[in-house]
């Protein structure tokens, strides 16, 4: 019999070991639709592409995804060459994409972009956790983002990954948020305080 899929909260404690032994977690959207996690690899390159190919709307976010072909390829080209990236799968098909590209080497740049067929279930806010707590455990100190004010399913999204809106942005064409990442607390920490 297969296993009961695991609600995000019960891997809590999971998100924040090392890469290898984190991913691929399946996991339960909400509406209790399956997906999966995982770490991109080379070879999903052609089946991402197409992902993208089919995004709408394209531009969305400071241009992103890019309209057309070539435009495609040579950003996917810059920003699978450095960071860190998952694909989000159902039913086996790559239809997310969620990366920290790093700015400097204590700041990483997020982004998350997921295929309108698997929107505003959850999927979003659930990988911008895990992705976020990927950015700890890799000893990054912020995670920055920028993102239109219009967006809304993005500043929600973003707003309950825990980060937060920087000051005099409300008004421009896009808006900055940024989580501040401390070490993750030890349970052994938790046991010798007073
Ligand atoms: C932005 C994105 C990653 C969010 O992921 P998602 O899975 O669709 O969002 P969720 O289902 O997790 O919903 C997040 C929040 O937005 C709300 N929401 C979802 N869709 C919404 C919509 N169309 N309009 C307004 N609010 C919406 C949800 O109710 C939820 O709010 P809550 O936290 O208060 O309950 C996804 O929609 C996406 O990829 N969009 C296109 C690309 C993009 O804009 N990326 C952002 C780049 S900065």
Redesign the pocket.
Known sequence: MMPALRRFTEVDGLISMPRSATYPLTLA??CGGEFTARCYVPEDRAELEAMYED?E?KR???G??PEGADQLRRWLDRVLAQGVHLVVTVEGRIQ?H?MLIPLDSEVVE???????S???????????RLIVEEARAQGYRRVW????PS??????????AGFQLLPGSMWAQEVEMALDLTPETTVSDDETRP
């Open positions: 959207d909400r995004f709307p969305r976010a400071q992103l995804p997310g969620v997020l982004a998350n972009f997921l295929h309108q698997i929107r505003g279930r959850g999927i979003g806010t659930i990988m911008n983002l920028s993102v239109e967006n809304r399913a993005a500043l929600r999204s973003y707003r309950s």
